[in-house]
């Protein structure tokens, strides 16, 4: 069997393409340009670099970009008051707190504080709550670019068996709760399956569709799948390796074990992480157009 490689990089182009054409048009029509603040605490080398995609992503949009750096050593107090801040700017359409935080702020306090509105990762309680009962809301960018690879790679969903390994309120709660409901490009049956199983490879052998998302190196291999199956790699492992940076980054899926038996796969890096991205610019540009 030929396995069609998804090419993420491909398609979040695509959906920044249509998000610039949008923001010109809003900008055109009504004077409102997009507005992203991000805060970003500590110097954590992944959220730096995360921040600076980001950053580069909302210039390429023509947004209004805010970035506030801060010391690790920064007060609750502080970051909620700059929540507060952003929460009452109407420049500012979306509102992003790179997480990890420091230990000493409580994270679900810091969410919580932001305007659901204004909540571009969609991890405010009420945006999830919204996900749940299927009404309108920000969606967590992860779960909505899975949605969309699976849609604009014609894959079909609707009655397919949708198993999801992993259960964080990041990606597996949210794209399960996405995929089983009754709207296009849903309307599966998802299993969602975790550490607590006996046999977690009983139920990802039984996939139409399977979603690694647990951050475990190459840790599905060609034995674990259903002939034709298509494979969403959301891991991103770093793992030593014999080449100049002495390590490469890999999936959660061994993927060259499944090539020729999962009839499509996303690869690692290139597949969800610019979706990630992608939906994140969706979200700031339909937070200003509201």
């Known amino acids: 069997m030929m396995t069609k490689i998804i090419d993420g990089k491909q398609i979040a182009n695509k959906i920044k393409e249509e998000v610039r054409e949008q923001t010109a048009s809003l900008y055109k029509s ?67 707190i790179q997480l990890p935080l420091p230990k000493h702020i409580d994270e679900n306090k810091v969410l919580t504080r932001l305007d659901p509105d ?42 397919k068996h949708v198993v999801v390994l992993g259960r964080s309120n990041i990606v597996g709660k949210p794209v399960a709760n996405l995929l089983y409901q009754k709207r296009e490009g849903a309307n599966s049956i998802v299993t969602i399956c975790h550490s607590a199983a006996e046999d977690v490879f009983q139920y990802t052998k039984q ?19 259903k002939e034709g199956c298509t494979i969403i790699d959301v891991g991103i492992n770093r793992i030593d390796a014999d080449n100049e940076k002495g390590y490469e980054i890999v999936g959660d899926v061994d993927f060259n074990s499944v090539i020729g038996k999962a ?23 339909k937070s200003a157009a509201k």
């Open 30 to 96: 009504k004077g409102i340009k997009p507005g992203l603040a991000i805060l970003l605490v500590g110097n954590d080398p992944a959220s730096e670099s995360y921040v600076r995609s980001k950053e580069r992503n909302s210039e390429n949009m023509d947004f209004h970009f805010v970035m506030e750096r801060r010391d690790s050593n920064i007060t609750e107090d502080e970051v909620l008051n700059l929540i507060d801040q952003w929460n009452n700017d109407d420049e500012i359409h979306g509102i992003l």
């Open 118 to 159: 204004k909540d571009v990762d969609g991890f405010h309680p009420i945006n999830l709550g919204r996900l749940v009962v299927g009404l309108d809301g920000m969606v967590p960018c992860t779960p909505a670019g899975i949605v969309e690879l699976l849609k604009r790679s014609n894959v079909e969903t609707k009655g």
């Open 207 to 225: 996939a139409d569709i399977l979603i690694v998302a647990i951050g475990s190196a190459n840790f599905i291999k060609e034995e674990h799948i």
């Open 263 to 285: 009839s499509a796969i996303t690869p690692v890096p290139g597949g969800v992480g610019p979706m990630t991205i992608a939906m994140l610019m969706s979200n700031t540009y």
